[in-house]
């Protein structure tokens, strides 16, 4: 008998082949992933560089996590950082932060030990876990092998070094930001309640994220006016910028004597402060500072990416459920808040700071999903991006030491190790 011609063979493996060629694969990832951690043990450094420049095609985070680790085990804090009187607080106590993650963190560390290395280990831990998470969700339904244009890995590698991990680890402020970016993301992804709760645990890492949870507050209320909501944002803006300062601190002054407890006494510190300030402003303007450019040296690319962020917004006005837009709008709010702010310097340049890392992520996410404007975004702020980075470098290598960059089994050595800046310093 003849075979039937239109009977077909399948193309698809029996199940048996199918299970043993899943099983071979998961074998072969996993002593992948095995082989990855034993080589991040050695030489944490070179394996978080490559899992940065290969996360989008490789999804691997392991190298980051422990080089995160391994930073705050390395970093011996200098005199009169921030890092160095928690480090003080750990050793002689006793333990006066009021941020209860912090809080916690400290005693953590004060009760097993291990002295303030362990802290500054759960610390990079933490950051490496939030910048991964952020990272997954900057990706999020992103092809794999997607090209991007020049000016979406500019600012994506702009994005993500704008904070590295030894400010992180010398601020609390900075690492709060990556909540705050985490946040934001979900935001844009619209899950607004998970979004509010870890704006709240920024609050608890420091309490200068208390505005950006209020800027996060007015974008939610204002979803409903639609088109209006760009008008409303702008109107605040305006109010903001010709309200006294003097206003905006009995304000805060008035609802921290409401509020009672730990909260009123960080509200009533920062107002007194920034009254204190407001004596000193005309005094000395150099605000401490060594050069011109350490204390400016935002202000450049600050202006610039809202010059080309309006630019680029202008294309997508009309459409207000662009997560684009929303961004935009949280932009502008914070925004008025740092103009609000003007009275406590401090605090308003902390927000310049959260702005800043937001206009970084609306550019890269901008060309990331489009292409149109790339030249002029480019030209607007290629040259206030390279002076910015140059000079928070070099402010950032204060207290890092070389061993974070050696293979691991240098860091025994590490106390007697010299800084990055002392490394600097003999080519000079």
Not at 68 to 96: C, E, K, N, R, W
Not at 330 to 351: K, S
């Amino acid at each position: 008998m003849r075979p039937n011609r239109f009977t077909r063979r399948s193309s698809v493996p029996p199940i048996s082949d199918r299970d043993t060629m899943h099983r071979r694969l998961y074998i072969s990832k996993k002593r992948s992933f095995q082989q990855n951690i034993f080589a991040a043990l050695v030489w944490p450094f070179l394996f978080a560089a490559e899992d940065v420049f290969t996360f989008p095609k490789r999804r691997a985070f392991m190298g980051f996590v422990i080089f995160s680790a391994f930073a705050g085990l390395t970093l011996i804090p200098g005199s009169g950082s921030d890092a160095y009187t928690v480090a003080s607080q750990i050793y002689y106590g006793p333990v006066v932060t009021k941020e209860p993650i912090i809080a916690f963190l400290v005693h953590m560390a004060s009760f097993s030990g291990f002295g303030f290395h362990f802290y500054f280990m759960l610390l990079g831990l933490i950051y490496a876990s939030v910048l991964y998470w952020s990272a997954r969700l900057f990706f999020y339904n992103l092809p794999v092998n997607k090209t991007y244009s020049t000016a979406a890995l500019v600012f994506m590698l702009a994005f993500f070094l704008n904070h590295p991990v030894f400010d992180a680890l010398n601020a609390r402020y900075q690492l709060g930001i990556w909540v705050m970016l985490l946040s934001t993301f979900l935001m844009l992804d619209g899950r607004w309640q998970l979004s509010l709760c870890i704006a709240v645990l920024g609050i608890m890492i420091h309490f200068g994220h208390s505005l950006f949870s209020l800027a996060l507050v007015l974008l939610l209320l204002s979803r409903r006016l639609g088109r209006g909501q760009i008008i409303f944002a702008y109107v605040l803006l305006l109010v903001a910028f010709f309200m006294p300062s003097s206003l905006t601190l009995s304000f805060s002054d008035s609802i921290a004597q409401k509020l009672g407890g730990s909260f009123s006494e960080k509200v009533s510190n920062t107002v007194k402060l920034a009254e204190h300030n407001q004596l000193l402003s005309t005094g000395d303007s150099s605000g401490g500072y060594d050069s011109w450019f350490l204390e400016w040296f935002t202000t450049p690319i600050f202006y610039s990416l809202f010059i080309s962020g309006h630019l680029l917004w202008w294309k997508i006005r009309k459409y207000p459920k662009d997560p684009q837009f929303q961004l935009w709008i949280l932009i502008i709010l914070m925004w008025a808040l740092q103009f609000a702010m003007r009275g406590e310097p401090e605090g308003a340049g902390r927000v310049e700071r959260n702005i800043l890392a937001l206009l970084l992520m609306w550019h890269a996410r901008w060309f990331v999903y489009r292409r149109s404007g790339e030249f002029v975004a480019l030209l607007i702020n290629i040259a206030p991006m390279i002076f910015y980075f140059i000079v928070a470098y070099r402010r950032s290598v204060n207290d890092a030491r070389i061993g974070a960059f050696l293979p691991s089994f240098y860091s025994y050595f590490t106390i007697a190790m010299p800084t990055v800046e002392d490394v600097f310093s003999w080519f000079h």
